[in-house]
């Protein structure tokens, strides 16, 4: 079974600053996807980025990147210039073959002005 | 509508009281997702409807739990003798085709049992 492990429960960064979320699944399928949603205190998940497996090259949406190590199957976010707004629960989400996500516990990150 | 839409927003019941929750999809959209979210966890799959047929219902904690999508529009998530352990944020999620296809998500009910 796959599973999802996200091992900050909490993070902090400073306005402007850039901060780095972990996450590292674990799976046997070779070909499935990755992704980071957003949680704010509306409770709506927001999509943040996605990850196909098979692309090497890591994907990047403006502010938003992840680092991609799939040998260490490992699936990081970095925010830079971060803002207010980024202030919310993050999730790491793994989709393969199944058609339902799992999804790890989440990071609560703070944005402090 | 524009998104997706979940009703109620919010719902109290008694122990033991049976309850719906509503999931309007983004129109056009195949495939419907039902997730429950405890307090300090991340969402949990429940159910998935590939147009009105549960394809994959392995999530759904045991028999008090149905959902139903007659129209493979609108679906219908049903709880039956409700316990105070069913106190959770219930998510639903639509995409046009399922697989790797962005899931939206729309906000949720939370769901207290008391």
């Known amino acids: 079974a796959q599973t999802v492990t996200q091992s900050q429960p909490e993070m902090s960064v400073q306005e402007a600053e850039t901060v780095t979320l972990s996450c590292t699944y674990d799976t046997s399928e070779s070909n499935y996807y990755l992704f980071w949603y957003k949680q704010p205190p509306s409770r709506q998940m927001i999509l943040v980025i996605r990850q196909e497996a098979y692309k090497q090259q890591n994907a990047t949406e403006n502010r938003f990147s992840v680092n991609f190590q799939k040998a260490a199957k490992s699936f990081s976010l970095k925010i830079s210039d971060s803002q207010l707004g980024d202030t919310a629960m993050y999730f790491c989400a793994f989709g393969g073959a199944t058609n339902k996500l799992i999804f790890g516990t989440g990071t609560l990150l703070a944005v402090q002005p | 509508g524009a998104g997706v839409s979940q009703t109620p927003s919010n719902k109290v019941t008694e122990k033991g009281k049976y309850v719906e929750l509503r999931c309007d999809p983004i129109s056009g959209h195949t495939a419907l997702y039902w997730y429950r979210q405890s307090l300090g966890q991340g969402p949990e799959f429940l159910i998935y409807?590939?147009?009105?047929?549960?394809?994959?219902d392995s999530g759904l904690p045991n028999d008090r739990f149905f959902a139903v999508r007659p129209e493979g529009s609108v679906s219908t998530l049903k709880i039956q003798r409700t316990e105070r352990g069913d106190s959770a944020v219930y998510l639903c999620?639509?995409?046009?085709?399922?697989?790797?296809?962005?899931?939206?998500f729309g906000q949720g009910t939370r769901l207290t049992v008391v």
């Open positions: 999620a639509s995409s046009p085709q399922g697989g790797d296809t962005e899931a939206f």
């Open positions: 409807f590939q147009g009105t047929g549960a394809a994959d």
